[in-house]
């Protein structure tokens, strides 16, 4: 038997600097999920919120997308929709916002398209929104 270690795998000149190895720890896998100290309520109330907010100041969830200050049109980034959310929920924690990014951030490619900003924010149930619907069968 041989101890294998990362060394094994990936070579010196392919590894990264940050001491990772190559390994992405922070990119999700599989649906959404709740960050520490962020509770169903937190996110329902918080998306609620936002929808009533944004209706105030624009006609429609899609003037809002369109006339947030994007860098490419017709996309959000992620850095963009903080800025927009803690522009009209200023009093809102961090740790929720960033929650709701990650579910309005369906497929987590840092992009937001505006199918996924409006799949979000026009559900009944935020946190439902990303369950797939139960197969039938016949």
């Known amino acids: 038997a ?12 392919d590894a990264p ?5 190559g390994l ?7 649906p ?5 100290g962020v509770k169903p309520f937190d996110i329902r109330d918080t998306q609620r919120q936002l929808k009533q907010a944004l209706l105030r100041q624009y ?3 899609e003037e809002a997308f369109i006339l947030a200050e994007a860098s490419q ?8 929709l903080m800025k927009l959310m803690q522009k009209f929920l200023p009093r809102t ?4 916002l960033e929650n709701l990014c990650d579910l309005v951030d369906e497929d987590q490619d840092g992009t937001i398209l505006m199918s996924e900003w409006l799949k979000c924010l026009k559900a009944v149930d935020i946190l439902s929104a ?8 016949q």
């Open 93 to 96: 924690r961090t740790a929720v």
């Open 59 to 61: 006609e429609s969830l």
């Open 73 to 80: 049109p017709g996309v959000l980034n992620r850095s963009e």
């Open 2 to 13: 041989q101890w294998m270690s990362m060394a094994h795998f990936i070579s010196p000149e």
């Open 24 to 30: 992405d720890f922070g990119a999700r896998r599989g």
């Open 130 to 137: 990303h369950r797939k619907p139960p197969k039938v069968f």
């Open 17 to 21: 600097t940050n001491g990772t190895a």
């Open 32 to 36: 959404p999920t709740l960050r520490h």
